[in-house]
């Protein structure tokens, strides 16, 4: 089994900053990808970003230049960085890794959501 822990949601002003963390563990053997999804209200969840093992980087277009993703491999955590967030990166913030299990299974893991809202 594994898990998902995110920190770092809340309320941030247009222009400031903001850290997103996603710590994993428990049965893992190696983790492919790491990264964000979001979801405003009304419309579909989308990839924010997105961190390869072979250190891809994708990010949507709307965030590029603002937020930054990294990963910390000794600690399987991947952090999302966002500079300069505006009103309408406001949504649910969601951890998304795919990984192998020690028991050999390919698994596809959600983290339970952290809400970000950008507002003066």
């Known amino acids: 089994q594994v898990q998902l822990v995110e920190s770092g949601g809340g309320l941030v002003q247009p222009g400031g900053s903001l850290r997103l963390s996603c710590a994993a563990s428990?049965?893992?053997?190696?983790?492919?990808?790491m990264g964000w999804y979001r979801q405003a209200p009304g419309k579909q969840r989308e990839l924010v970003a997105m961190l390869t093992s072979g250190g891809s980087e994708n990010y949507v277009d709307s965030v590029k230049g603002r937020f930054t993703i990294s990963r910390d491999n000794a600690e399987n955590t991947v952090v999302l960085q966002a500079n300069s967030p505006k009103p309408e990166d406001t949504a649910v913030y969601y951890c998304n890794v795919g990984l192998d299990s020690m028991e050999g299974h390919y698994l596809e893991v959600w983290g339970q959501g952290t809400l970000v809202t950008v507002s003066s």
């Open positions: 428990g049965s893992i053997s190696r983790i492919f990808r």
